[in-house]
């Protein structure tokens, strides 16, 4: 089983991703320290079947009834993720969020992956693409279409890698400057 753990590091610690994967490489738990979201995927043969997150309910800040909250007194909710549509392969297709959202998922072979969400009346909500060289991803487009379309571009670059090939440290940009993520990998 290789359990990894990936932290960006900031100033403040509490920005961090955890993520346990099971022995056949598959996410299987996701922790983040901003949010204290907890992300659990359940497998049915073979195939993603469910995602279980656990998160902190963000106030509604339009709302008088939560204007004096933060993160840490909100309520904590669990969402149920539902995959409904997988490609021939075994890769999710399409999957629905508690709320009504469809996510689409969209592959062009090992270089370039398309998530699509769609509120319930079929709207894009927005897209993201992520574009891979060597395994890697090397940028990421992000766009939102509501309230008004938009482009955040990010870009990945300078990789090191450990002995079994995995990166452990790697530069991108991206609104915040340049950051510098690094990753701990524990094998057992």
């Known amino acids: 089983m290789l359990e ?3 932290r960006v590091i900031h100033k403040n610690e509490s920005n961090y991703r955890e993520v346990y994967y099971d022995i056949e490489g598959r996410a299987i738990l996701i922790k983040n320290g901003r949010d204290k979201s907890i992300h659990n995927r359940e497998y049915k043969d073979g195939k993603l079947h ?3 997150s656990t998160r ?3 106030p509604d800040f339009y ?4 204007e004096d909250s933060l993160i840490e007194n909100t309520k904590t909710v669990t969402d149920t993720v539902k995959i409904t549509r997988y490609y021939k392969n075994g890769n999710v297709a399409e999957l629905k969020l508690a709320d009504g959202v469809f996510q689409i998922f969209e592959y062009q072979g090992c270089k370039v992956e398309s998530h699509t969400l769609l509120n319930s009346i079929g709207d894009t909500i927005q897209q993201n693409q992520s574009f891979f060289k060597n395994g890697v991803v090397i940028k ?3 766009t939102p279409f ?3 379309k938009s482009v955040v571009v990010t870009e990945y670059y300078d990789y090191q890698f450990n002995r079994r090939g995995h990166w452990v440290r790697r530069k991108y940009r991206s609104n915040e400057g ?3 993520e690094k990753r701990v990998l524990i094998y057992y």
């Open 63 to 66: 709302s008088v009834e939560d």
């Open 56 to 58: 902190k309910k963000l």
């Open 4 to 6: 990894t753990e990936s």
């Open 178 to 180: 340049l950051i510098i």
């Open 146 to 148: 509501q309230p008004v």
């Open 50 to 52: 469910f995602m279980i």
């Open 140 to 142: 990421t487009i992000w």
